[in-house]
């Protein structure tokens, strides 16, 4: 046997092995993002949205930005730090300002399955807006498939109905979040993507902190019981710190579309917690909606691999 066909046998073992570490980060970026959409649920109901969501991105943005340059990360340029804070507006503010308010009213079953629409977004914006990538048939397909999932969802019906006005805000979140990381492949940001994070997530998390004193939340100084502190504590530590290390670390070593399964399986997470632990309700027309979106969103991130390895 050559030289060369023991490495290749060697590396093709090393490739199959199993690796507790990667079916950790996976189990993070599958379980814990998933739970978020209940913890953020439980929050709002006790605490004002915009105080909630920017102490989870402040003080989570702080902790990664601070250990990073301990680690001797360089600082970002004034330019990259222009940047950031645009990516922060749109994907911090814009996204999870709308989506911490409409929780209030929307059941964290169904705001999952209506932040999974975010590839689709992604998908109209990258080949309509900013012509990023050209039309195919395929896409287009699994995008009207997903819309057609939404407007199954949200149709009024007589087992269960929310309103209109919170399921636009979460629909206009998710359309900046999309801008947002369209942005990211084309501004210069920091070398770092765990600086680049924290510093977006640290200038989010403070402007949502003044938003939320502009219009009085802290007016008075609310209140955190200690069943909303344990959950906002879970979207600090497991949302946002643990979850986004695990999931920088997956895109380094597998390819972008394995890591984005996450699409499709945090809505099924959240809706499972939300029916067996808070007792919210599935209905059939829910479930239809649910899979028609999950499955779009499965034949997107599948045609985005086949396209991706013809090219």
Not at 113 to 129: G, K
Request: with cysteine.
């Amino acid at each position: 046997m050559t030289d060369t066909a023991v490495s290749t046998s060697s590396a093709n073992t090393s490739s199959t092995r199993f690796d507790i570490r990667v079916a950790a980060a996976f189990f993070v970026i599958y379980v814990f993002w998933g739970a978020t959409f209940l913890a953020i649920r439980v929050v709002v109901q006790e605490v004002p949205p915009l105080f909630a969501a920017g102490v989870r991105f402040f003080v989570a943005g702080v902790l990664l930005y601070g250990f990073m340059r301990l680690k001797g990360q360089p600082r970002p340029a004034a330019v990259q730090w222009r940047n950031l804070a645009l990516i922060g507006l749109l994907m911090f503010v814009a996204e999870y300002g709308a989506l911490f308010w409409a929780e209030k009213y929307v059941p964290s079953g169904v705001t999952s399955v209506l932040e999974a629409t975010l590839p689709l977004i992604t998908i109209v914006l990258e080949m309509f807006v900013f012509r990023q990538q050209r039309l195919h048939w395929g896409l287009l397909f699994a995008t009207l498939l997903g819309f057609g999932g939404v407007g199954v969802l949200l149709l009024p019906n007589g087992e269960q109905h929310f309103g209109l006005l919170p399921c636009v805000a979460i629909f206009a979140g998710a359309t900046c979040w999309s801008l947002g990381s369209v942005l990211n492949r084309s501004l210069e940001l920091p070398g770092s993507k765990p600086l680049a994070a924290g510093a977006m997530m640290m200038l989010g998390g403070g402007t949502l902190l003044l938003l939320s004193a502009a219009i009085g939340e802290m007016h008075p100084f609310p209140h955190v019981s200690m069943r909303a502190g344990l959950a906002l504590l879970y979207l600090i530590v497991c949302g946002s710190l643990l979850g986004f290390t695990a999931f920088v670390w997956l895109l380094a070593r597998m390819p972008a579309t394995r890591v984005a399964s996450h699409a499709y399986v945090n809505p099924i997470v959240a809706v499972a917690l939300g029916y067996f632990v808070a007792g919210e309700i599935i209905t059939t027309r829910m479930l239809l909606g649910a899979a028609l979106v999950l499955i779009s969103v499965f034949l997107i991130l599948r045609k985005d691999k086949m396209l991706a390895k013809a090219s």
